[in-house]
């Protein structure tokens, strides 16, 4: 159960990032970009990304250990870290966001 919590709090907390990287550059191309990063580099480059079977690997990660740290069987998007990270950005974007809206 805690494992599917991280995983739908992952999904949410990146779509606030995302949104928040739309707002801060005014343009859809940097969440495109943002996602196309995550995909490239966590899921055909590393493999630890849960992407569908058609995809293409250059590597296959493991990370073992505890499923909240590891990720389990969604592999990273499933780990708390990446909820940390993406709420660190989240908070980033929010600041930059509101120095951006408090200059005009």
């Not at 739309?22 to 969440?31: K, S």
């Not at 990304?49 to 690997?57: F, Q």
């Not at 974007?93 to 951006?100: G, T």
Request: net charge positive; hydrophobic share 50%; charged share 10%.
């Amino acid at each position: 159960m805690k494992q599917v919590l991280s995983q739908c709090l992952n999904v949410v907390s990146m779509s606030i990032v995302v949104t928040l990287l739309l707002e801060f550059t005014g343009t859809i191309v940097a969440p495109i970009i943002a996602h196309f990063i995550w995909n490239t580099i966590g899921a055909i480059i590393l493999g630890g990304v849960s992407l569908a079977s058609d995809y293409p690997n250059l590597l296959n990660s493991t990370i073992q250990g505890n499923p909240l740290i590891s990720g389990g069987i969604n592999k990273i998007e499933g780990s708390i870290i990446v909820l940390l990270v993406n709420l660190i950005l989240i908070t980033y974007l929010f600041i930059l966001n509101k120095r951006m809206s408090s200059s005009k």
